[in-house]
C-alpha cells in the first residue's frame, strides 16, 4: 500500500537544540497532518494544514504543506525531553475521507 | 466523556481462531476508522465507515470484516487470524466537517501464534 516516506528515519539530538524533519509523497494532498505518539498510546494531532506553502505554528512547533504540495516539513524549536516520541505525517485528497500515513520520525531527547 | 475506548487491550490467538475487536465512542463523530500499525511502522487504513450502515475498504482490508450498526460502535471482526495479522490496532474518529482531526483509541495489541 501507498505510505509516506519520512526522513530522517530517527532522531538523537540535545535538549535545547532545534529539530527539522519532512515527509514527501509521489502523490498531491491537499490536506496535510502531523501526528505525536507516545510509547503506548495513540497518536494525537498537532498541526493541519490546509493549503500549499501555508505555514502554520502551535507553540514550539511549526509545520509547513510545501508548494508542490507533495511535501511537508515539522520543525520543533528548543526541544525538551517530553517531545519524545515518534511523529508522523498524513495527508488526504480532496474529496475522501481516507489517510495515508506515513513511516514516522523516531525523536529521543537527551537531557 | 471517554472518547474513544478499545477492548481487550491485549490478546494472544492461535492460528485460525477468530475474535472481534471493539471499539466505542461517545463524541457522536459521523467518521470512523480501522488502522494497524506493525513494529517500527506507520498506521495502514484497514476499513473506515462515513455513518452507521456505510463502511469502505482501506489499503489492507483482507482478512478483516466490519460493520457499523450504530454511530457509537465499529467492531472489527478477524475470521480466520494470521502471524502476519500480529500487530497494534488502533480506532480513531473524526467528526463531520471541515476538520481534519482524528481521535485515537489506546489501541489493542493482538498476537497471532
Known amino acids: 500500500g501507498q505510505q509516506l516516506n519520512q526522513s530522517p528515519q530517527s532522531m538523537f539530538i540535545q535538549e535545547g537544540e532545534d529539530v527539522s524533519m519532512n515527509c514527501t509523497s509521489s502523490?498531491?494532498?491537499?490536506?496535510w497532518l502531523w501526528y505525536k505518539q507516545d510509547p503506548g498510546e495513540g497518536p494525537v494531532l498537532l498541526i493541519a494544514?490546509?493549503?500549499?506553502?501555508e505555514l502554520t505554528s502551535n507553540g514550539r512547533l511549526t509545520a509547513q504543506f510545501g508548494i508542490t504540495r507533495k511535501d511537508s516539513f515539522l520543525n520543533i524549536s528548543a526541544s525538551i525531553p517530553s517531545d519524545v516520541g515518534i511523529y508522523f505525517c498524513?495527508?488526504?485528497?480532496?474529496?475522501?475521507?481516507?489517510?495515508?500515513f506515513g513511516t514516522g520520525t523516531r525523536l529521543k531527547v537527551l537531557a | 466523556n471517554a472518547g474513544v475506548t478499545q477492548t481487550p487491550k491485549f490478546r494472544i490467538l492461535k492460528i485460525g481462531q477468530s475474535m472481534t475487536l471493539q471499539c466505542t465512542q461517545d463524541?457522536?463523530?459521523?467518521?470512523m476508522y480501522w488502522y494497524r500499525q506493525d513494529p517500527g511502522m506507520g498506521l495502514k487504513l484497514i476499513y473506515y465507515?462515513?455513518?452507521?450502515?456505510?463502511?469502505d475498504k482501506g489499503e489492507v482490508p483482507n482478512g478483516y470484516n466490519v460493520s457499523r450498526s450504530t454511530t457509537e460502535d465499529f467492531p472489527l471482526r478477524l475470521e480466520l487470524a494470521a502471524p502476519s495479522q500480529t500487530s497494534v490496532y488502533f480506532c480513531?474518529?473524526?467528526?463531520?466537517?471541515?476538520?481534519?482531526?482524528?481521535?485515537f483509541g489506546p489501541g489493542t495489541r493482538l498476537t497471532v501464534l
Open positions: 465507515s462515513v455513518g452507521a450502515g456505510i463502511t
Open positions: 502523490s498531491i494532498f491537499n490536506t
Open positions: 463524541m457522536n463523530h459521523n467518521y
Open positions: 480513531a474518529t473524526r467528526d463531520r466537517g471541515s476538520t481534519d482531526t482524528q481521535y
Open positions: 494544514l490546509y493549503k500549499a506553502g
Open positions: 498524513a495527508g488526504r485528497t480532496s474529496g475522501t475521507y481516507k489517510y495515508i
